[in-house]
């Protein structure tokens, strides 16, 4: 690679960051609390939002930003809970990027939303990198996928301001060890809280609430 | 985005094509069956290959190239059941490319190997687009992600030779509906064989060390 090809790259990561700026400046000037949530596919994101959205009630007003590769069958989900909700298809993209969020937040009623989540594309690598003008940062990491991944995905795991591990009714079944993941999440990441809980189960989700709603009083 | 731009992205990837033709034409001259393993994080891919190394034992010569983000423990892993490994490190990169793969062959003892397992970094997505040299594409959906993926990871389930249901001893705790599975898998690709399997407890490795036996046959 040469060096002229570098300013390129450079100028096409600041082109994010400045749509990115002005959706928090927006969003922020509608007081919107906003959480990015990212996954490896199939971890539980929308099946959290749908208990989250369930536990939470009238008590605060949610909206939601579906992204995905293709489809909307997680929008249709959440759209039958109620919510004000966008679907994002990438159209083979492997993460969000801010000028997708912005078309989203043109199509979402934000005069009624307080606490606005993006679902973000299934993928605990390529999202960790991209700025959409989130106020908070969270990684899901189910237990069936194993109590190793810190280890091979570090990046996601010193990015995110909150781990929750998802699936914990299936802990009997698996070999995954807690402690050990804890330790590999705070070994990258030393203030992130790691908060165990079963979305299907509610185990655990007492917790995850408490921190949102400390998140939105911020 | 202008004309202009345009050929340079063609260029690139077929720098990476004809790095893929060389390395097809490397393995095939060594009489190697190449097999490019692709799945999201945690969905059973280095459990699977130490299961079918146990499987084969000394019927097949077994080689193994492991891609992650960072780490090298899946690569120890290998190399405990002594079969000759080399790790890729991404360095954050999503998925491998074939110029990694071209120097990994350059590390491995090409003349004692029949079946060489590729396994790629865990992404759902990029992987799906990006030729290596390899025969086959195998795609693995371990049943705690849930039946629904092909909806929002089609072009993985379009690209792949085969797809293995992974982890099947836990379907009794878990939503799966493997009907359903199949018929959205065959929707989008009507080729690929669908076979359940659980590495733990062996249930259905039979049928999947029946199409390697084919594959390397061929």
Not at 91 to 100: K, Q, R
Not at 133 to 148: I, K, R, T
Request: hydrophobic content about 45%.
């Amino acid at each position: 690679m040469t060096r002229r090809q570098i300013p390129v790259v450079e100028r096409i990561l600041s082109a994010n960051d400045r749509i990115a700026a002005n959706n928090r400046e927006r969003l922020r000037g509608h007081g919107i609390t906003t959480v990015n949530i990212m996954s490896s596919p199939g971890a539980g994101k929308t099946t959290l939002l749908l208990a989250t959205i369930r536990a939470l009630g009238e008590a605060c007003k949610i909206g939601v930003i579906e992204g995905d590769v293709a489809s909307q069958v997680d929008a249709d989900k959440i759209a039958q809970a109620g919510v004000p909700v966008v679907q994002i298809n990438t159209g083979g993209g492997c993460h969000l990027e801010a000028s997708m969020v912005q078309q989203a937040l043109n199509a979402l009623p934000l005069e009624e939303i307080q606490l606005l989540f993006i679902e973000n594309v299934g993928n605990l690598i390529c999202p960790a990198g991209f700025d959409l003008g989130q106020d908070y940062n969270v990684a899901l990491l189910s237990v069936p996928e194993g109590h190793d991944k810190p280890y091979k995905y570090p990046s996601m795991f010193e990015f995110v301001d909150l781990v929750l591990v998802t699936k914990t009714d299936v802990l009997p079944y698996m070999d995954f060890d807690l402690a050990e993941f804890r330790r590999l999440v705070h070994g990258l990441n030393p203030r992130a809280p790691v908060l165990p809980l079963s979305a299907r189960t509610g185990e655990g989700m007492e917790a995850w609430l408490e921190w949102l709603e400390a998140a939105v009083r911020r």
